[in-house]
């Protein structure tokens, strides 16, 4: 079965400051792999996907990830964050019909 | 810009009773989904439906729960007889078809059953 896996549950950065939030894969072939965000009360929004191509993808909001195929990693990243992009991040990869997601980490950016 | 919506946005049941949760996908969706979140976990999958039957669903989906898709626009998940454990925030998704391989979720319907 395909996975994912976030190793830190909190990450917590200074407004401003680069943002990175970080994904390793476990999959059988090409991985199709997903980050996506939920802000408090709401449901899951897609923030950007890696199929093939270019291993820098961006995505929504000025977040991109980058995949690496010799680490198995997807970290997310944002070059400057805002107190709004505080919230909870899912990585996710397909399997089959579904996506398997990671843990979540939860994302602090303070003023 | 479209969006999945689910109704209700929360219910509180007691133990053995059948509830019936209910999403309409975007429209020129035609893959399905259900999740659940219980409280402090990871997102789960349950069930996906396709041309009007499951193409897949986990171990969790077991003969307790049965979606269904009975118009053209409604997907709903029932639970026939709820336990304490099927007190979780619960997903419905849609893609526009497998191979756009990225899913649209609503905001969730929290059940609590006591």
């Known amino acids: 079965a395909q996975s994912v896996a976030q190793p830190e549950d909190q990450v917590n950065v200074a407004e401003g400051n680069p943002l990175t939030v970080k994904c390793t894969y476990s999959v059988s072939g090409n991985p199709y792999l997903f980050w996506y965000v939920q802000y408090p009360n709401r449901g899951l929004q897609f923030l950007l996907k890696y199929i093939t191509g270019d291993n820098l993808v961006k995505g929504s909001y000025g977040f991109e990830a980058e995949f690496n195929k010799s680490q198995t990693s997807f970290h997310l990243k944002k070059p400057s964050a805002l107190v709004s992009d505080s919230a909870l991040y899912f990585c996710?990869?397909?399997?089959?019909?579904?996506?398997?997601f990671g843990a979540g980490t939860t994302v602090t950016v303070r003023a | 810009e479209p969006e999945v919506t689910q109704t209700p946005s929360h219910q509180v049941t007691q133990m053995g009773q059948e509830v019936i949760l209910r999403c309409v996908p975007i429209?020129?969706?035609?893959?399905f989904y259900w999740y659940r979140q219980i409280l402090g976990q990871k997102v789960e999958f349950l069930v996906s439906f396709y041309n009007n039957e499951i193409s897949e669903k986990s171990e969790i989906f077991d003969d307790q729960f049965s979606v269904e898709r009975p118009d053209g626009s409604n997907f709903t998940l029932k639970i026939r007889s709820t336990k304490l454990e099927d007190s979780a925030m619960y997903f419905c998704?849609?893609?526009?078809?497998?191979?756009?391989?990225?899913?649209?979720f609503g905001p969730g319907t929290r059940l609590t059953v006591t």
């Open positions: 996710a990869v397909r399997d089959d019909y579904k996506l398997s």
């Open positions: 998704a849609s893609s526009e078809r497998v191979s756009s391989y990225e899913q649209y």
């Open positions: 429209s020129n969706h035609l893959y």
